[in-house]
């Protein structure tokens, strides 16, 4: 008797924040094992704003099809394995999709080396957000001490990692989040120097008193308008990190550039961009320095689950509205 | 008997491009020279594009006031000196402004180091333009034999030396220019490898044509729409060169930022600002450089020359419409 797949279909193209049609809950057969290939039975799916990106048609690493499960990294473990790395009870990782269960080729896996730690934190500080701050933060910019850093969706998945290890560099930090609950968990929980409340509407004038002395580091999730403001507040020989827009996935055919990007040669400043594909070849590194900081209590691991594919759609929204803390995480 | 002193005042603030109502030509008596000053006798008067941005209200180094003589470089020779330094006949350079004479403290002067060349040479090759060139593609970025280099306003002060140094260096060198002439210019006497008409309109065609593998290295003097158009053809780990953006000096309160930026995070590609003012403790080893390369014949001047400052409202607007070929100079 096969066994049946619950999975989430990419029905139509969003326009701004998706809405529910956008996805389509459907049940299907496991499809069958063939030589080189693996059946992963997903215990925990990643909810990332990259993946509204990856609804678009264009995307730059290729848009999800209409009518395809959509993408997603996910862990779980292995259930029947033909591929010779692989062994049932394996726990792994990869872009399992939105879905119960995967049959995918062996080398699009990565066999996971688990210890003491939730399997899902394989999706968080030991995956994309996790190694998107930590090469972000240290690979992309030289945090010193004293350096004046700071750090768009402080209470996220990335922003809150990115803050805790430019905190470990010695610099003031400061966060932005949305609402009074998020600015007291980014002080009181990550440990940072302020934040920044964006909904309050004063964002430059919060900008200017927690961060009289300017921004020296600024690592931006968000994009305009926030970013204009900041470029406004930067020290000479700044560097801005871009690794996304959250605020301009919903519209990459109508993104707003930064109109205030003329204060980099004012100021001898740089606006580098990357993303977390990028690294590859570093993975390891990455993980084995977040696991010393995590096992030294430097670093903490926010996540935040939801469970069931039936509540996807609100879920998945979750990410835009910025009703969640950390790391946010789907069981099916 | 005092000398009279035509200069040109700031008589009111541009919209766009500045209309002949902006300037006022004033005479007045030369100023007395107090200690510590020098009277300079002006051969040559420097005009810059950056001269549009300090007309404005808000100007990274302070707008120009209106009634103020306006700001510009100027080479000449000193006829009076209260300073210990300079003497009657030293040849120097400063910011003296569009006039005949100027009375300035010793301290805001350099003395010129003069051989063979024309004095308005440290106005082009030797000032201002040349070294903005010269940091701009040497110590922004370094450019790499087989390369691909672009470089926009390529047969103007700044860009047409920046592209014979990046030929130097072994890129692959690909201009941008308006009209055909200036794109002769560009292919034959700047020996580039091809350039773009921007003024025929399908830019981006062209710049595919020319550059098929990409730009690893662009040099941005004139901002949105062109750096939109690079920006779709950049390769991955390139650098875009930001020293100034000539189109949007017109309007700096409108300024259009690019909106293809997140390019730069899905290729791992950097945007840098410079200018020239942030190389000031590096001009020696930048002129001894350039001095180099001129007399091994490596990197030719390129100068237009204009007279007389009832001239000065036509001579400045040809820096916008392109109605030049190198560095652009008044004799006063």
């Not at 990643?46 to 999800?64: E, F, K, Q, T």
């Not at 394996?90 to 896996?109: C, N, T």
């Not at 402080?154 to 009074?180: D, F, Y």
Request: proline share 4%; net charge negative.
């Amino acid at each position: 008797m096969s066994l049946c797949n619950q999975h989430i279909v990419l029905a139509a193209r969003p326009n701004g924040l998706p809405l529910a049609d956008c996805w389509l809950l459907c049940s299907a057969g496991v499809p069958a094992v063939n030589e080189g290939e693996v059946l992963v039975e997903i215990s925990n799916i990643s909810l990332d704003p990259a993946m509204r990106a990856w609804m678009n048609d264009y995307c730059y690493i290729g848009g999800v099809d209409i009518g395809e499960t959509m993408r997603a990294f996910a862990v779980g473990t292995v259930r029947e394995s033909r591929h010779p790395k692989f062994h049932k009870g394996d726990p792994v990782r990869g872009l399992l999709g939105v879905q119960q269960y995967a049959v995918v080729r062996g080398d699009e896996l990565d066999l996971l080396a688990v210890g003491d730690e939730p399997l899902s934190h394989h999706l968080g500080i030991y995956g994309m957000t996790g190694l998107t701050a930590y090469f972000g933060i240290t690979a992309e910019v030289e945090v010193k001490p004293g350096q004046q850093v700071l750090v768009s969706t402080a209470a996220g998945a990335v922003g809150s990692v990115v803050a805790q290890i430019a905190k470990l560099r010695g610099a003031t930090v400061v966060g932005v989040a949305g609402g009074a609950d998020k600015v007291a968990f980014c002080v009181n929980e990550l440990g940072l120097d302020g934040c920044i409340d964006y909904k309050r509407g004063d964002f430059d004038q919060q900008l200017a008193a927690l961060m009289p002395n300017g921004v020296d580091i600024y690592f931006d999730n968000v994009g305009v308008p926030m970013l204009n403001s900041v470029l406004n507040h930067i020290n000479e020989r700044s560097t801005i990190i871009v690794c996304g827009a959250i605020n301009q996935f919903q519209q990459m055919d109508a993104v707003v550039g930064p109109s205030q990007y003329l204060r980099l040669p004012e100021r001898h400043s740089t606006l580098k961009g990357f993303t977390y594909f990028h690294y590859v070849d570093r993975f390891e590194q990455g993980v084995a320095q977040m696991k010393e900081w995590v096992a030294g209590g430097q670093v903490k691991q926010f996540e935040q689950c939801e469970y069931g594919l039936e509540n996807f759609h609100n879920s998945f929204n979750k990410l835009f509205s910025g009703d969640h803390r950390g790391k946010l995480i789907i069981k099916p």
